[in-house]
């Protein structure tokens, strides 16, 4: 069965914390996004990675980066958490784009 | 004009009834089309491509309107477990692009 995992379901930060999301699939796929999910704005492209250490900005990359060291893992780097920051954050894979599976999601709230 | 856009409900059904969503998109040389479902406080599943000719799995059938530019749903004898925010999805591009157009989801609840 097809997994995607995520290190926290829920997180407490501090405005200015550095703040590390990380994502795992099972399933070697090429692709691997990251998300966010704010009420009234939908699903929003934060960085996609098409391949060990390959990365691109999607739509609103800024006070973001990634990482993709190995295949199976990506993560999301919060340099300097601020409270607009607060959001559900999902991470997918997909060996294409179409088909993409999610991870349950991390509810980061930045205070 | 947003790229993708949805009515967000909330469409409020009985069990057994037939409900249907439109999307309607922007970008006239948009390649390929999708619903995914995302149940409240989950993460968003892939329900079923959308084809020019149209699709069909079980219950729910799809189709894509290029000329007006729109993707419809069709849900036919709904359950309670239909229950959800339908997600409309956009492929811009053909080729390798790796960025879809996210739709703000249309929710639906169907009641006993």
């Known amino acids: 069965d097809v997994k995607v995992t995520q290190s926290s379901r829920y997180l407490v930060k501090r405005t200015g914390e550095k703040v590390f999301l990380e994502c795992v699939q099972d399933?070697?796929?090429?692709?691997m996004f990251w998300y966010r999910q704010d009420p009234g704005l939908g699903l929003r492209l934060i960085y996609f990675s098409y391949d060990v250490k390959m990365k691109e900005k999607g739509d609103i990359p800024e006070g973001y980066s990634v990482s993709r060291e190995k295949k199976e893992r990506f993560s999301l780097i919060l340099e300097s958490a601020s409270t607009n920051q607060t959001s559900m954050y999902l991470c997918?894979?997909?060996?294409?784009?179409?088909?993409?599976?999610f991870g349950p999601g991390t509810r980061l709230t930045v205070t | 004009r947003k790229e993708v856009e949805q009515d967000p409900g909330p469409f409020n059904v009985p069990e057994g009834a037939t409900v249907a969503f439109n999307c309607t998109y922007s970008?006239?040389?948009?390649?390929?089309f999708f619903w995914y479902r995302q149940d409240c406080r989950k993460e968003p599943k892939l329900l079923m491509s959308?084809?020019?000719?149209?699709n069909e799995d079980g219950r729910f059938t799809a189709q894509l309107n290029r000329a007006s530019q729109y993707i419809s749903l069709l849900i036919r004898d709904s359950k309670l477990s239909d229950s959800a925010t339908y997600l409309c999805?956009?492929?811009?591009?053909?080729?390798?692009?790796?960025?879809?157009?996210w739709g703000l989801g249309t929710s639906l609840a169907v009641n006993p």
């Open positions: 399933m070697d796929h090429e692709n």
């Open positions: 999805v956009v492929n811009p591009n053909a080729g390798n692009n790796r960025k879809l157009i």
């Open positions: 997918a894979s997909a060996v294409g784009v179409h088909e993409q599976y």
């Open positions: 959308v084809y020019s000719s149209g």
């Open positions: 970008n006239s040389a948009s390649q390929s």
